[in-house]
């Protein structure tokens, strides 16, 4: 709950202003929800079905990105980039995040640690929002200090495995 109320802070910067929540987003927020839970949804079942090999995800992702091409070709006008610094963020984007993340995060489910995937998980966007201070597309805040330290101690909790369960 904590991380949540951290991510919450990360979003909104505390308040329901124009700089976080917009109710005219709505259904944008519950596309992102259930991205949520159709990725935890893959996570529970890849760790089910381990034996399957990380080199399908190769796969998958060709599957995805052909229909994803042909959605941009039906509904959406091509705008090609004109410089070559977004060419090489385009490129980096499809070989880190969509690209190198998807299999690791495949390996990371099937043979790794869970605990700790998931604490790490819980960093993504605080990382995200440091990486937007230190770029100069924001501001510090007391806000996002907030909530970097709520993630922070709910990581911190979720590593130590505190509050244990009764048995």
Known sequence: MLALIGC???????????????????????????????????????????????????WFCLAVSGLAWIAHLSLETSVWPSEFGVWVGVIGLGLGPVGIAFFTWDYGVKHGNLPLLGVL???????????????????????????????????????????????
Do not use: E, H
């Not at 987003?25 to 381990?50: F, T």
């Not at 501001?139 to 909530?147: K, V, Y």
């Open 121 to 167: 998980s819980y960093l993504t966007p605080m990382i995200s929002v440091i990486l937007l201070v230190v770029f100069g597309f924001t501001q510090p805040t007391g806000s996002l200090a907030l909530a970097c330290g709520l993630i922070v101690i709910a990581s911190l909790f979720a590593a130590k495995g505190w509050p244990r369960r009764a048995a």
């Open 8 to 58: 919450y802070f990360l979003i909104t910067g505390g308040d329901n202003s124009s700089a976080g929540y917009q109710s005219g987003y709505v259904d944008g927020y519950l596309l992102a929800g259930l991205c949520a839970l159709i990725w935890s949804g893959y996570s529970v079942l890849n760790r089910r079905y381990a034996k399957v090999p990380t080199d399908a995800v190769g």
